[in-house]
Each structure stands twice: as structure tokens, then as C-alpha cells.
């Protein structure tokens, strides 16, 4: 349960709502895994879909996106570039479609989320905001169903393989651990996440990434207790099993873990470029 993650963290999900397509972005890497997941929901008979997180600034996959058309609204799960660099294309080529996020600045023709529960409309879907901050200050996660069939788009808060990052000083892991407890009760609801394959059981995923990062911040302790002082320290202990071309990102978490600890480093944190799981 302590080692790096690498696999899924939960059952795939076997099929999906009919009414769900995966798009994924051709920006495959260590830290995007497969690419970027853009979810393009659309009830049955309905007119207009809804998508969620249009990805890169890639003209093809925005193309492919806006061929699912007409397209009514478009949601983003946070604002980090592999989610949200497509938006103000997307936006154009859909006709100037509205682009709703928590963040204002990733905001486009209407008015950011901003009421945790609030019911979204979505053209024959029910969509409902999660607000899960953690990952990021922005990050969200959206419950939407229809005719008695639910999912949750998770975003980065929970992945489809392995686990991520808390990309500190933006993201929180106080705030994180409050955003996994309240998605461990949609219990048997499939998760859509930002990167990596759908998994069955929303619950479980967050359950598992509980016990994680519970066990994660044993380590920490117990490395700081044996001695190390400076996040750089910290990670070379706690995530020895991680490639060390990995271990800028898993600093982020361990500046995360040294603050919610109460652990004074003395260091800047350097700056989050926005691509990340760990």
C-alpha cells in the first residue's frame, strides 16, 4: 500500500453509459499517462452534448472533439495546461460555446462554478458540481446521471492508474484528503478520470487513495524523525522505489506532506508547470 503506485487503484469499469465517449488527446507521457481523457457526454436523443476537459492545444484532437457537435457546454475539472490549453480553440470552433471552471480564468463566456452541489442542467443530463480541492484550489469533480445511470468525472483527483500529485503550494493536502473522504461515498459509481482507463468503483478508488496517502505521510514522519530536513531529503527516503526523473514531481507531495505535518523546510517551492501524477 506504501510502495509507488503504478497499476490501476481499482476494477476497470467493463462498459460504460451509453451515453459517455472517451476522446483521448495524442499527449501521452510520464506524467499524462495515456494522454489526456476529454469525456464527451451526450443522452440519448439529446440535441447537445456536454464536454468535459477539452485537453491540449492540439488542433486534431479539438477537431475530432467539435465533430461530436453540436456541443452546449463545456465543463473543466481544473485549470493545468493538458486539461485546459484546448478551451479558447474548442470555444471557437464550436461556435463561441460557453467554457465553465472553477477558475475564472479559465472561464469562457459565462460565470465561473463556484457552489458546491449546484445542479448544472445539461441538456437531458443531470450534472451536479463536486467541489474537491486538493490536487489543485480549482479542482472539481462532476456527478452526472441519467435515466438512473451515474458517474463521476474525477479529473486528477483520482486517476485511472496510479496516483497523483498535490501539487503544493496550490494544492493542499488537508483539502485533498477532505475531497477523496467525500468521493468515498459514491460507492459502485463508475469514476471517469482525467488520465488513464475508467474505473469501476468511485468508492474504492478513494478509499485506496486514502489508505495511501495516510500511509505516504507515515513515511514522511518517519523520515523526518531519522533526520531529513529538506523536501529533496524527504523524497530521496520516502519515494526511493520512484524513477529519479520522477522525483521533481513527487516533491511537490512531499512539500504537501511536510506542511500539512507542520514540518518548517526553510525552502521555496518551485513552480508547478502543471503536468502531473504520482
Given at each position: ?132 480541492p486538493g490536487h489543485t484550489a480549482d479542482s472539481a469533480c462532476f456527478l ?28 493542499h493536502l488537508g483539502d485533498y484528503l477532505s475531497s477523496l473522504e467525500l ?95 504520482m
Amino acid at each position: 500500500m506504501s510502495g509507488h503506485v503504478t497499476g490501476a487503484v481499482a476494477a476497470l469499469a467493463d462498459e460504460l453509459p451509453r451515453w459517455v465517449s472517451l476522446l483521448r488527446a495524442p499527449n501521452p507521457g510520464p506524467m499524462t499517462l495515456d494522454g489526456t481523457n476529454t469525456w464527451v457526454l451526450r443522452a440519448p436523443a439529446a440535441e447537445y452534448a456536454v464536454v468535459v476537459d477539452p485537453g491540449p492545444a492540439d488542433e486534431g484532437h479539438l477537431t475530432r472533439i467539435a465533430e461530436h457537435g453540436p456541443i452546449g457546454l463545456v465543463l473543466i475539472t481544473h485549470g493545468h495546461p493538458d486539461h485546459t490549453a484546448g478551451s479558447a480553440r474548442l470555444s471557437d470552433l464550436l461556435g463561441g460555446a460557453h467554457v465553465l471552471a472553477v477558475d475564472p480564468a479559465h472561464t469562457i463566456g459565462g460565470e465561473p462554478l463556484t457552489e458546491d452541489g449546484e445542479h448544472l442542467g445539461g441538456y437531458g443530463l443531470d450534472i451536479r458540481l463536486l467541489s474537491t480541492p486538493g490536487h489543485t484550489a480549482d479542482s472539481a469533480c462532476f456527478l452526472v446521471e441519467h435515466d438512473g445511470e451515474r458517474v463521476v468525472l474525477t479529473g486528477d483527483t483520482i486517476l485511472g492508474r496510479g496516483t497523483t500529485v498535490v501539487a503544493h503550494p496550490d494544492g493542499h493536502l488537508g483539502d485533498y484528503l477532505s475531497s477523496l473522504e467525500l468521493l468515498s461515498a459514491y460507492t459502485g459509481i463508475p469514476a471517469l478520470p482525467g488520465h488513464g482507463p475508467a474505473l469501476a468503483d468511485c468508492a474504492a478508488a478513494a478509499d485506496f487513495y486514502l489508505a495511501h496517502r495516510r500511509a505516504r505521510l507515515d513515511q514522511v514522519r518517519a523520515a523526518v524523525d531519522a533526520g531529513a530536513r529538506t523536501p529533496a531529503e524527504v523524497v530521496a527516503v520516502v519515494y526511493a522505489d520512484v524513477d529519479r526523473s520522477l522525483w521533481w514531481a513527487a516533491e511537490w507531495s512531499v512539500r504537501a506532506q511536510l506542511e500539512y505535518l507542520g514540518v518548517a523546510t526553510g525552502e521555496s517551492a518551485p513552480g508547478v508547470s502543471g503536468l502531473e501524477h504520482m
